[in-house]
């Protein structure tokens, strides 16, 4: 799944060599949501490390990054992990016009397809789970 997201840098961390095989980067970036600011942290993995290093904390940057999932089993009890995986980083006046404040955006809109959700900040490439109706979540 690709999405976008357009906001401020908040923090760039150093690069980490996970394994022999692996090395990523991550860095936080804050998109404003409403009345309060969202710190959603990314990660570049491998050869896209180096993308962050001509920006630096305080840069209006637009990101695309994919939503990524993985399980993991653990002494026989399986732990899930979510990440949000960047492959592309521009100023944020560089590219299509963004969403007043920042936020995300859908990276390739379907026509046919109306919008499930009323927030204009914040858009995903499929359509929700379950309504609003069907969740018993507490918020």
């Known amino acids: 799944m690709a999405y ?9 961390f150093d690069e980490q060599q996970v394994s022999e095989k692996f090395r990523k980067r991550e860095f936080v970036l804050e998109v404003v949501d ?3 600011p969202e710190h959603i ?3 570049l993995v491998q050869d896209k490390t180096a993308l962050i290093d001509q920006y630096k904390v305080g840069d209006e940057v637009k990101i695309a990054f994919n939503l990524r999932g993985r399980g993991f089993n653990k002494n026989g009890q399986m732990l899930y992990f979510t990440n949000l995986e960047a492959w592309r980083i521009e100023p944020a006046a560089g590219g299509a016009a963004a969403p007043q404040g920042g936020g995300y955006q859908q990276a390739a809109p379907r026509a046919a397809a109306p ?3 009323q927030n204009p900040n914040l858009r995903a490439s499929s359509a929700p789970i379950a309504s609003d109706d069907d969740n018993d979540l507490p918020f």
Do not use: V, W
């Open 4 to 12: 976008d997201a357009t906001g401020r840098l908040h923090e760039i």
């Open 34 to 36: 409403g009345q309060y």
């Open 41 to 43: 942290k990314f990660q």
């Open 115 to 117: 919008a499930q959700n």
